[in-house]
């Protein structure tokens, strides 16, 4: 199992992102995928999740309506669009799949949220 991320950078508050997972060595389309953050300091936590469909998704009540968690099956890759973002968005952003009962984590990208 593979989980790459991209996508992160320094952003100005107000600003978006897109994060991408490129996923390999499994069947993507039959796992659902989370977006999870660690703040320096803090404990990680979960951001998004989203079904193996794609029909369902959840969000931290920190996001709901500024995040947005999709995927595409065909392209074995899960995105993150961040808009409105604001200095405590600011952490190292984790692309997890579980499969198995087992937890596989990508290796992180940094969002910083910064004037």
């Known amino acids: 199992v593979q989980l790459v991320e991209s996508g992160g950078g320094l952003v100005q508050p107000g600003g978006s992102l897109r994060l991408s997972c490129a996923a390999s060595g499994f069947t993507f389309s039959t796992y659902g995928m989370s977006w999870y953050r660690q703040a320096p300091g803090k404990e990680r936590e979960l951001v998004a999740s989203?079904?193996?469909?794609?029909?369902?998704?959840n969000y931290a009540d920190s996001v709901k309506g500024r995040f947005t968690i999709s995927r595409d099956n065909a392209k074995n890759t899960v995105y993150l669009q961040m808009n409105s973002l604001r200095p405590e968005d600011t952490a190292l952003y984790y692309c997890?799949?579980?499969?198995?009962?087992?937890?596989?984590w990508g290796q992180g990208t940094q969002v910083t949220v910064s004037s």
């Open positions: 989203i079904s193996s469909t794609g029909g369902s998704t």
């Open positions: 997890r799949a579980t499969i198995d009962v087992r937890p596989y």
